[in-house]
């Protein structure tokens, strides 16, 4: 699975939208682009993923460049309840791939009234 | 109704000792997995079974053993506690592993795990 790099750290207004970037540029063409976020003192709670084409759902929006090295997660109306640590994920899908998630640091998100 | 549980929550306990967490998911996931998150907030993979099999076994030493009695639990004994074996275990579950489908985890609250 490719590796991928965030900054470490970000804050964010409240209200305002949240635009979490991820570099991966090593991704190969079979590679899926997944976020996780984790809330202090709870287990990660998956938000969204994509493989090329931008992905919305009722939590986030997933925006991936067409060379797809690298994407942006994004929180159109950040509230503090969105103060976490977000991951950025890259893994494969296929029979011969198990289903493991690789955790790297994540961004850690500051929502600021 | 919670979709994965994980028992119990805190577990304070002595060098040497053996315990068990225990995992139980109500989603009628085939897959589970348990994870660790050490003191500097790194998640790491350590198992996953798919239907009560093991699929993934991370170089965990061996003084951890897996159990999964049906495919709704997947229970981890450690034994010999050591003092870097403290940590929160978090247990997880999908709907399949690794066939050529997208899934997602849901993780359980974690457990506390402190060795003293």
């Known amino acids: 699975d490719a590796k991928t790099t965030q900054p470490p750290s970000m804050d964010c207004a409240e209200g305002r939208a949240a635009n979490l970037p991820c570099n991966h540029s090593?991704?190969?063409?079979?590679?899926?682009v997944y976020w996780y976020r984790q809330i202090h003192s709870q287990g990660p709670q998956y938000i969204i993923h994509g493989l090329k084409n931008n992905e919305t759902n009722e939590m986030a929006s997933l925006i991936i460049t067409e060379d797809r090295k690298s994407s942006t997660l994004i929180l159109p109306h950040a509230t503090l309840r969105d103060t976490a640590v977000y991951y950025c994920i890259v893994r494969g899908h296929g029979s011969g791939n198990t289903g493991k998630l690789i955790f790297g640091q994540g961004t850690t998100l500051q929502v600021k009234p | 109704d919670t979709a994965v549980s994980q028992t119990p929550k805190y577990l304070v306990t002595q060098m040497g000792n053996d315990k068990s967490i225990k995992c139980e998911q109500n989603?009628?996931?085939?897959?589970m997995y348990w994870y660790k998150q050490d003191s500097k907030k790194f998640l790491k993979i350590m198992f996953s079974y798919n239907n009560k099999e093991l699929i993934i076994n991370e170089t965990v030493p061996n003084r951890f053993s897996p159990k999964s009695p049906d495919k709704a639990h997947l229970n981890l004994h450690i034994n010999s506690l050591e003092l870097g074996d403290s940590a929160v275990y978090f247990c997880?579950?999908?709907?399949?592993?690794?066939?050529?489908?997208?899934?997602?985890?849901?993780f359980g609250p974690g457990t506390r795990l402190t060795v003293l």
């Open positions: 090593t991704i190969s063409g079979n590679e899926y």
């Open positions: 989603l009628g996931h085939d897959t």
């Open positions: 997880a579950s999908s709907p399949r592993g690794g066939l050529p489908v997208s899934n997602e985890q849901f």
